[in-house]
């Protein structure tokens, strides 16, 4: 009967990865069924926090934090939780060897947005590490399964991949984040005067770390390498959008990629899969 609780528990991140987030689905779901259930562990442990700092607005959000974190450690510790989102993480975590560093800073970076602030260089980069590298280093683990040698050697384009995501995500969400949420991640910007050359700057950064990230990318064990870079042109996509959208309007609306266009990008993904491009 353990199994049968083992599975109710991956099916609720299952649910919780589909409900949240087509794409980020769609490209787990390209993944080998191996890995399907540990990164959909993963993205639902993320998501829920994510969701306590961002939603529940009405709710004494520090306390549910804590709470959470508290919850995520002792589940980790005993190998067992009656919150099934918890129990499919620390099985992940245990399975894996998955570091806690890694969720020690992923929640400091949580912590960081239930009082919001403006970043500096420092203040940006950890948080960046801590709420999006983190993520994709976790990830990491379970595609190198054991592999230390090639973690080490991924472990820098894993980085690059994840905050790629995260500023990209930044750059579409800035009008909710400003207006809404009163956060302003990015340095040295000036949100009442966002002029082009800032976002230019911004982009740039972007794109250097996409070009890091593919190289990695190219790396994986094949397993997770098709379902990663579709993800990775999903944002490509997005951020190509972005670049050619003005400023004015980044701060007035979310910019989003149409269905057809997502179908497009795994439609010729695939075909540079089965002829050995990837």
Do not use: W
Not at 149 to 164: D, F, M
């Amino acid at each position: 009967m353990m199994e049968l609780f083992h599975k109710v528990s991956d099916r609720c991140n299952q649910l919780t990865a589909a409900a949240y987030s087509t794409s980020f689905y769609s490209a787990i779901r390209l993944l080998h069924p191996d890995l399907r259930p540990a990164i959909c562990n993963i993205y639902g442990f993320v998501r829920f926090a994510d969701e306590i700092v961002d939603t529940f607005h009405d709710y004494k959000r520090a306390e549910l934090l804590a709470r959470f974190k508290d919850d995520t450690y002792r589940a980790i510790e005993e190998g067992i939780s009656l919150n099934p989102i918890l129990h499919g993480f620390q099985r992940t975590v245990r399975q894996y060897q998955i570091d806690l560093d890694l969720v020690a800073a992923f929640f400091r970076s949580m912590e960081a947005d239930i009082d919001p602030q403006q970043h500096d260089c420092a203040s940006y980069e950890q948080y960046i590490y801590g709420s999006a590298e983190v993520v994709g280093l976790m990830c990491l683990y379970v595609f190198c399964n054991g592999n230390s040698e090639l973690y080490k050697k991924l472990e820098a384009p894993a980085r690059s991949l994840g905050a790629a995501f995260q500023k990209v995500n930044f750059l579409r969400d800035m009008n909710a984040d400003y207006t809404q949420l009163n956060r302003r991640y990015f340095p040295e910007v000036d949100f009442n005067n966002f002029t082009p050359r800032m976002k230019q700057e911004i982009e740039a950064d972007i794109a250097h770390d996409l070009q890091l990230a593919y190289v990695g990318i190219l790396r994986l064990p094949v397993k997770a390498r098709f379902g990663v870079y579709v993800a990775y042109k999903y944002y490509n996509s997005l951020f190509s959008k972005i670049r050619k959208t003005k400023p004015a309007i980044i701060l007035t609306r979310r910019i989003r990629i149409p269905n057809y266009r997502k179908a497009l990008i795994v439609m010729r993904a695939g075909v540079k899969n089965r002829l050995n491009l990837i």
